[in-house]
């Protein structure tokens, strides 16, 4: 395997993971959970940083917070971006 494809998965599994995150972070959202629960508090430490940024750029529409949807996109868009540099090497 080369370093190439080693990057590649490994910029995958990352990715993946923080948008698995932040898509149990909004089900999270939507129903009653215990916030000092350990799942809770790691999904907090994961997404609140990126989430946060975009919380600050973007305001809520209404009781609406958009910055989830924002940042999978803008995450896609750094993660193919990650890509195309990789394989431009």
Do not use: C, K, N
Request: proline residues 7%; positive net charge.
């Amino acid at each position: 395997m080369t370093i190439q494809a080693v990057l590649i998965q490994t910029i995958d599994l990352i990715f993946t993971v923080l948008y698995l995150a932040i898509m149990a972070r909004i089900m999270l959202s939507w129903f009653r959970f215990d916030p000092y629960h350990p799942l809770s508090l790691f999904l907090y430490r994961v997404t609140e940083p990126i989430l946060g940024f975009f919380r600050g750029i973007i305001p809520p529409i209404g009781m609406i917070d958009i910055s989830p949807i924002v940042a999978i996109v803008v995450l896609g868009i750094v993660q193919q971006v990650l890509f195309l540099a990789i394989r431009g090497l």
